[in-house]
């Protein structure tokens, strides 16, 4: 009786340790994604990218506000810093060893932009751009990517534009 107990038990951890892993079917459209449910996590993340894809999304939002200021489309720049905010936010949950070097972009520079916008004053918001710009310049530096120069732009190269805007 006590062996034949044993047996079943013995039956049951084999049969666990053979049944095929749930989380090991392929995903996603015609089965790209493979492997374990760790290595597909991998995969998926390895997908998301570093911080390059953040200060790409960064660098487009970057000008779209300088042009809405200069439509002075006051909703429309707002809605960008925010986008900008969430961008580089999203980019230090994946590498929260450049957070640090962004401390007065996000704590200070970038809220003294909305503030601008808020207020609806063009002067304002140049003089508030051009900190904003440095301060990218700043974090550059000290991310060792000096190389990587920011300027305001002066060609818009985006399809968003106020009628009669140049
Ligand atoms: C954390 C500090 C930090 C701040 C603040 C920052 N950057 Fe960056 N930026 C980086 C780093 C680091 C890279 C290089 C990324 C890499 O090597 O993966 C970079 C790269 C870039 C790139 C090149 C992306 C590509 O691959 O094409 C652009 C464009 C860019 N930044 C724009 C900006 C603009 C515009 C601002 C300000 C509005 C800004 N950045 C603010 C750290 C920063």
């Known amino acids: 009786m006590g062996s034949a107990i044993g047996g079943v038990a013995l039956l049951l951890v084999a049969g666990a340790a053979c049944a095929p892993d749930p989380g090991a079917a392929p995903a996603g459209s015609d089965g790209w994604l493979t492997g374990s449910t760790q290595e597909k996590f991998e995969t998926v993340a390895g997908q998301f990218r570093g911080f390059d894809h953040a200060m790409w999304e960064v660098g487009y939002r970057y000008s779209e506000l300088h042009w809405a200021g200069e439509d002075e489309?006051?909703?429309?720049?707002?809605?960008?810093?925010?986008?900008?905010?969430?961008?580089?936010?999203?980019?230090?949950?994946?590498?929260?060893?450049?957070?640090?070097?962004?401390?007065?972009?996000?704590?200070?520079?970038l809220p003294a932009v909305k503030e601008a916008i808020e207020e609806g004053d063009y002067e304002l918001f140049n003089e508030r751009m051009d900190v904003l710009t440095n301060s990218c310049n700043i974090c550059h530096a000290m991310e060792e990517v000096p190389f990587m120069p920011v300027e305001r732009p002066s060609v818009r190269a985006t399809v968003m534009r106020l009628p009669g805007a140049e």
Not at 78 to 107: C, I, N, V
């Open 73 to 109: 489309n006051w909703e429309y720049a707002m809605y960008h810093a925010e986008k900008l905010r969430t961008a580089m936010e999203q980019g230090f949950e994946r590498r929260p060893a450049r957070e640090a070097s962004a401390a007065d972009f996000l704590g200070s520079d």
